[in-house]
T-cell receptor, first 114, second 113 residues
Framework: NAGVMQNPRHLVRRRGQEARLRCSPM?????VYWYRQLPEEGLKFMVY????????ESGMPKERFSAEFPKEGPSILRIQQVVRGDSAAYFC????????????FGDGTRLSIL | GESVGLHLPTLSVQEGDNSIINCAYS??????FIWYKQESGKGPQFIID?????DKRQGQRVTVLLNKTVKHLSLQIAATQPGDSAVYFC????????????FGKGTRLHILP
């Protein structure tokens, strides 16, 4: 009974490189959410996706960040031309029916920018 | 800014005692509330939720209380154990808008031996 799977668990990039974070939702879940967390802080919503659709991207920076959830395969959070300020833990969550249900989280990807 | 906040960043409780973690929210349109537990290096783990048509809900060793009049939410943990050490987040959502969940900043629960 696999939960939400995120990989990699740790990712190190140099400034200007691209970071790709992957998330496989729980079986039967078609709603995926991405959050960002800084140390000693809560989670900040970034984007909400259903299969092949972005439902709400109000928390995503307008530039350099993009997300997708294709018909087949995991959801991808992509950060282009990373900067030091992108260093954070990025969490993915999934739910079966939408935001009015508990979201189940993966263990995150810790992104470090050198 | 965030509409969910917490009164105490750190709470220390004797092992075996009951813990009460508080949360204030400001969005009166929120109608669904969740408590999560986050251990070091892990993702948030769902503990318990409550909808606005209820004022109390109980789980295994945990109880959530909702006071809509003063927009206050609390999590009570009975007979606190060392394994309860974690950061606890409350979160809110407006079910009718299918909106994002908004997280509070978190309270760190520290268990004293």
């Amino acid at each position: 009974n696999a939960g939400v799977m995120q990989n990699p668990r740790h990712l190190v990039r140099r400034r200007g490189q691209e970071a790709r974070l992957r998330c496989s939702p729980m079986k039967g879940h078609s709603h995926v959410y991405w959050y960002r967390q800084l140390p000693e802080e809560g989670l900040k919503f970034m984007v909400y996706l259903q299969k092949e659709n972005i439902i709400d991207e109000s928390g995503m920076p307008k530039e350099r960040f993009s997300a997708e959830f294709p018909k087949e395969g995991p959801s991808i959070l992509r950060i282009q031309q990373v900067v030091r300020g992108d260093s954070a833990a990025y969490f993915c969550a999934s739910s079966r029916y939408g935001s009015n249900q508990p979201q189940h989280f993966g263990d995150g990807t810790r992104l470090s920018i050198l | 800014g965030e509409s969910v906040g917490l009164h105490l960043p750190t709470l220390s409780v004797q092992e075996g005692d009951n813990s009460i973690i508080n949360c204030a929210y400001s969005n009166s349109a929120s109608d669904y509330f969740i408590w999560y537990k986050q251990e070091s290096g892990k993702g948030p783990q769902f503990i318990i939720d409550i909808r606005s048509n209820m004022d109390k809900r109980q789980g295994q060793r945990v109880t959530v209380l909702l006071n809509k009049t003063v927009k206050h939410l609390s999590l009570q943990i009975a007979a606190t154990q060392p394994g309860d050490s974690a950061v606890y987040f409350c979160a809110e959502n407006n079910m009718n808008r299918d909106d994002k969940i908004i997280f509070g900043k978190g309270t760190r629960l520290h268990i004293l031996p």
